[in-house]
């Protein structure tokens, strides 16, 4: 038995076969709403179908055989409420925010189909340091919900920004199901910067008051062990606090292994299953 919802590129035919329909791929735009939100992010499951059980609901509503499992969506959340630099920030704009080393396509049944890179036209969107990718006119040009680009970059005030009072930033991933939900595999955000300055002056610049960085989260805590990103769980970062040195120049450019910061997150409960996670790293 098969349960699919939310799935706009599937039209069932009678008489078809399941391998057919489950041969239908999702798509990470799908999973976004019109307001930013959850409504129509695609729902899978599937089950057995056995002998009715004496005393079971099935057997109460006169069934011969019933199939009883759980429908979950292939997609997980991130929000985020605030970005805020430490003593050693001086001042800033943001200028962009960018999920990346993120699926963009999954089997109907929440599997990887592959990793290849998106410049190869495979399933994985990933730029690497190419800092010239994060912008809504290139790279992210076919990801609009993937991306919070700033026209008029926000300019920090006391080292911090932050969005309209009770908004987040909100980006809704997909999270592969089995072998693909690694701590490898999770999503990261790119943050971009303009004017970056620092108190000691290692990003100043004469001509602009500062020059762009760059922040890539790619690492998530639950007491202090280092977690996939799993659907149906939406990960709430209540600030993004940095320092100086997690800062580079291009996106990505920090070993995965260096753990840059720790960040209090919390997680809230959405009509999904909510995990409390306490850190995340570079």
């Given at each position: 038995?098969y349960?699919?919802?939310n ?5 069932p035919v009678?008489g078809g076969s399941?391998?057919?329909?489950l041969?239908t791929?999702?798509e990470?735009?799908d999973q976004?709403d019109?307001?930013g939100?959850?409504t129509t992010?695609?729902?899978y ?5 056995v002998?009715v ?5 099935g ?8 199939a009883?499992f ?6 997980a959340?991130?929000?985020?409420s605030?970005i805020?630099?430490?003593?050693t920030?001086?001042?800033f704009?943001?200028?962009?925010i ?10 109907l049944?929440?599997s ?6 998106t410049?190869a ?5 990933n730029?690497?340091?190419?800092a010239?990718?994060?912008?809504a006119?290139?790279?992210?040009s076919?990801?609009?919900?993937l991306?919070?680009?700033?026209t008029?970059p926000?300019a920090s005030?006391?080292?911090?920004v932050a969005p ?7 980006y809704?991933v ?9 701590v490898?595999a999770?999503?990261?955000i790119v ?6 300055v620092?108190?000691?002056g290692n990003y100043?610049n004469?001509v ?7 922040l ?8 202090s ?7 149906s769980?939406?990960?709430k970062?209540?600030?993004?606090a940095?320092?100086k ?7 990505e450019e920090?070993n995965?292994?260096e753990d ?7 997680v809230?409960f959405v ?12």
């Open positions: 038995m349960v699919i919802g799935v706009t590129a599937v039209s009678v399941v391998s057919a329909l041969a791929t999702v990470v735009d976004t019109t307001t939100g959850l992010a695609t729902l499951g599937e089950g057995q179908i002998d059980t004496p005393g079971s609901n057997q109460v509503a006169g069934a011969e055989k019933e009883i759980s429908v979950k969506p292939h997609a959340r991130f929000e985020i605030k805020a630099g430490d003593a920030i001086a001042s704009e943001l200028a962009g960018y999920v990346n080393n993120t699926y963009v396509k999954l089997g049944n929440g990887a189909l592959n990793a290849n890179l410049t036209g495979g399933d994985l969107l730029y690497g340091t190419d010239s990718q994060y912008t006119a290139t790279g992210y076919s990801y609009l919900t991306f919070d680009e700033f008029t926000i005030t006391s080292a911090a309209a009072a009770g908004n987040v930033w909100s809704n997909l999270a592969p199901a089995g072998q693909g939900n690694t490898n999770v999503p990261h943050i971009h910067f303009g004017k970056m620092t108190e000691d100043v004469g602009t008051g500062g020059q762009d960085a760059y890539t989260i790619s690492r998530y805590f639950l007491s062990v280092e977690q996939p990103i799993e659907a769980k939406i990960y970062i209540a600030s993004v940095f320092d040195n997690d800062l580079d120049d291009v996106p920090k995965q292994d840059g910061f720790t960040v209090y997150v919390e809230e009509d999904w299953t909510a995990v409390d996670l306490d850190g995340v790293g570079f």
